[in-house]
Nanobody
Framework: QLQLVESGGGLVEPGGSLRLSCAAS????????VGWFRQAPGKEREGVSC????????NYADSVKGRFTISRDNAKNTVYLQMNSLKPEDTAVYYC???????????????????WGQGTQVTVSS
């Protein structure tokens, strides 16, 4: 059974940092591209950052370039999202998703992805 579990969310002041983790189980993790997506209240889910199966190709939304870094450790079946210089507009529920055909170049959410996590709340506020 494919399963993804996010962790690491929380409340942080503007300018602060958080590191999200996405732990996978039940499938051949190193064959799947993984993406981080977020959804703020009243808004559609959007792509934040994606990484290919080996970790050699990444993509970022313009709004997070230079502030967020995606990485993966296939030995630990985990993908990370390091978020620095956080802004109030980064407030959202963050989800990870995995699929062999997830397009890193476009990094758009798709409900047909093989697995979605349950989400972790990130709140940036003073």
């Amino acid at each position: 059974q494919l399963q993804l579990v996010e962790s690491g969310g929380g409340l942080v002041e503007p300018g602060g940092s958080l590191r999200l983790s996405c732990a996978a189980s039940g499938f051949t993790f190193d064959s799947y591209a993984v993406g981080w997506f977020r959804q703020a209240p009243g808004k559609e889910r959007e792509g934040v950052s994606c990484i290919n199966s080996s970790g050699g190709v990444t993509n970022y939304a313009d709004s997070v370039k230079g502030r967020f870094t995606i990485s993966r450790d296939n030995a630990k079946n985990t993908v990370y999202l390091q978020m620095n210089s956080l802004k109030p507009e980064d407030t959202a529920v963050y989800y990870c998703a995995a699929d062999p055909w997830l397009a890193v170049s476009t990094c758009q959410p798709d409900p047909r992805f093989a697995s979605w996590g349950q989400g972790t709340q990130v709140t940036v506020s003073s």
